[in-house]
C-alpha cells in the first residue's frame, strides 16, 4: 500500500520505517528540510537502536523516500498519517498547531479518496476537528475518511515494540476504513482492538496515565519503605506475583521523565477539566512525580549538609536509557537544584551529552568517560540507568573518588554488593549501605 507518514520525529519515523519494511511504499514527510537532507542519507537524527539500519536498508530496496514538500508525499498516498507534535502549552493542554497545519495541508494536497490516521495523541474529539480542517480546505473532487490509531512505542526500544507491540488500537466509525488499516498492520500480526474514535483517542491517555500512576504509586510505597526500614524492591517482587499488578513499572527511583508521560498528565487533567471533571487522582501523580525528582537532592544533604564546592559526579543524563532524549529528565532539576547550591558538576552520559548541552546550565562540566568523571568527585550520583553503569567494577568508585560515595536514583545495583565494600551506598526505597562510613565530610574538603 502506498503511505505517507507526516512528522518524523520518534513516532513518525519508527512508524513509517517500520511500515516500509513489512513491504509497504512510505513516503515520510518533515518541514525540517535540514533533517529530511540527512535521513535521505541513511543517517537517523535520533538515536534509537536499530533505526539507522532499517533506514538504510529500506531507502535501498525502494520502499522508503523523503521528502519536505506535502504535495509531492501525498501525491500517491491512499493512506496519511499525521504523527507530528502536540506539545503541552502553559495551560497543560495539547498544542493542536501542527495538527491544523497538516490537516489544512492534506485538504489542500491529495488528489485521491484518502484515508488519514492521527497517530499523534490528541485530546478526545481531535480526529473530528481534522476531518473538519481537512473539508474545509479541500481542493480536488475527492474524499477523506478519518481514523484514530494510538502510538504505544516506548523510546529507547521503539522498533522492538513496533514490531512486537502488545495491540494496535484502531478507532474509526468507519467499517471499511477499519478493514484498510487491519491490511495494513496484517504483516505484524499483532492483536488489533477496533473501536470509536473518542474511545481510541481516551485509551492513548489512559493507558500513560495509569502507567505513570504505577510509578507514583510506587514512589510513595519506596519513601514509606525508606523511613520504615523494609525494602522497596522486595516489596515491589512480591507485589508483581499477582497477575492483577504485574511485576513491570514498579521500579522505584527518581520519577518519570521524558516527552510522554509529564505532557500526557497535564493533558488528561485540562481534558477532564473541561468537562467539569477534577481529577484529583492524576493531579496527585503528577505531584508526586515532582517532588520524587528532587527527593535524592533531599538525601544528599541530609548526609552532606551544605552542597558549596562540593564535587558531584553525575552519571546519566537522558530521561532514560538508551536515548539520547533530555525532554523532562529528572537530571534537569537536580542540577540545576544542585548548582544553585554551589555544587560543581561533572556529568557523563553514553550518549546524550550534545542534547544536555543545550539544555543544561553552562557551568555543568562533561566528560568522555567514567573514569574521568568520577575521579577527584566527592559524591556520585546515578539518574539514568545504562548498563554500563549496572555494570560498573565497584572498586571504580572507590580507587578513583576522593569519598566513595555514591547516591544511585535508579537501583543499578543489589545491596548485597556493596557489603565489605567500603562505598557508602544510598538507593532509593531500601536500607542505606555502610551509611557516614567515610570521615566527616567538611574535615576531608
Ligand atoms: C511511554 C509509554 O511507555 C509508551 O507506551 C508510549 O507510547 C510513550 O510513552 C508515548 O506516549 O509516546 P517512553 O516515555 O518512551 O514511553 O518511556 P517509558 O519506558 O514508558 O519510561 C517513561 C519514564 O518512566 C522514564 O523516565 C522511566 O525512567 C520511568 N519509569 C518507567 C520509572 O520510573 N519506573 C518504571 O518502573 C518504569
Given at each position: ?30 518541514v ?26 529500506n ?8 521528502t ?85 512505542l ?43 474514535i473518542?474511545?481510541s ?56 521523565g ?40 533531599k ?22 536509557p ?22 560543581v ?38 539518574i ?18 576522593k569519598?566513595?560515595i ?30 557516614y ?9
Open positions: 500500500m502506498k503511505i505517507a507518514v507526516v512528522g518524523t520525529g520518534y513516532v513518525g519515523l519508527v512508524t513509517g520505517v517500520c511500515l516500509s519494511e513489512i513491504n509497504h511504499q512510505v513516503t515520510c514527510i518533515d525540517n528540510k535540514e533533517k529530511v537532507k540527512q535521513l535521505k542519507r541513511g543517517e537517523s537524527p535520533i538515536h534509537e537502536p536499530g533505526l539507522s539500519e532499517l533506514i538504510k536498508k531507502i535501498k530496496r525502494e520502499t522508503l523516500k523523503f519536505s514538500n506535502h504535495k509531492e508525499g501525498f501525491k500517491d498516498a491512499e493512506v496519511i498519517f499525521i504523527a507530528v507534535g502536540t506539545p503541552q502549552l502553559d495551560d497543560g493542554s495539547a498544542n493542536l498547531d501542527y495538527v491544523k497545519e497538516v490537516a489544512k495541508s492534506i485538504g489542500q494536497n491529495i488528489l485521491k479518496n484518502t484515508i488519514v490516521v492521527t497517530k499523534s495523541t490528541v485530546p478526545v474529539g481531535t480526529n473530528y476537528m481534522i476531518e473538519r480542517i481537512i473539508n474545509e480546505n479541500i481542493v480536488n473532487e475527492v474524499k477523506v475518511k478519518v481514523a484514530s490509531n494510538p502510538e504505544f516506548r523510546e529507547g526500544s521503539a522498533i522492538e515494540d513496533t514490531f512486537h507491540g502488545d495491540r494496535i488500537v484502531i478507532g474509526t466509525d468507519d467499517e471499511e476504513t477499519a478493514l484498510v488499516l487491519e491490511t495494513v498492520y496484517k504483516p505484524l500480526g499483532l492483536p488489533i482492538f477496533k473501536t470509536d473518542y474511545s483517542e481516551m485509551i492513548k491517555y489512559a493507558s500513560n496515565a495509569f502507567l505513570a500512576t504505577k510509578i507514583s504509586f510506587i514512589n510513595e510505597i519506596s519513601n514509606i519503605c525508606e523511613k520504615l526500614g523494609a525494602n522497596i524492591e522486595d516489596v515491589a517482587n512480591g507485589m508483581g506475583y499477582d497477575q492483577r499488578i504485574g511485576r513491570s513499572f514498579l521500579n522505584a527511583g527518581i520519577g518519570y521524558g516527552s510522554c508521560f509529564p505532557k500526557d498528565t497535564h493533558a488528561l487533567v485540562q481534558i477532564a477539566g473541561g468537562v467539569e471533571h477534577n481529577f484529583k487522582l492524576l493531579k496527585s501523580v503528577i505531584e508526586v512525580n515532582n517532588i520524587q525528582q528532587k527527593s535524592i537532592i538525601k544528599i544533604k541530609s548526609r552532606i549538609g551544605n552542597l558549596k564546592g562540593i564535587k558531584v559526579a553525575i552519571l546519566g543524563l537522558a530521561f532514560k538508551n536515548t539520547d532524549d533530555m525532554r523532562e529528565s529528572a537530571s534537569i532539576p537536580i542540577i540545576k537544584d544542585l548548582i544553585s547550591q554551589g555544587a558538576i561533572k556529568a557523563y552520559d553514553p550518549i546524550a551529552i550534545n542534547n544536555a548541552r543545550a539544555i543544561l546550565p553552562e557551568t555543568v562540566e562533561y566528560k568522555q568517560t567514567l573514569k574521568e568523571t568520577l575521579e577527584g568527585s566527592e559524591i556520585a550520583i546515578i539514568t540507568e545504562w548498563e554500563e553503569f549496572k555494570r560498573l567494577n565497584l572498586n571504580m568508585f572507590k580507587d578513583l573518588m569519598m566513595p555514591l547516591f544511585d536514583g535508579r537501583n543499578c545495583f543489589d545491596l548485597d554488593q556493596f557489603k565489605d565494600s567500603n562505598i557508602e551506598y544510598f538507593s532509593m526505597g531500601r536500607p542505606p549501605v555502610n551509611a562510613m567515610s570521615s566527616n565530610v567538611k574535615e576531608l574538603l
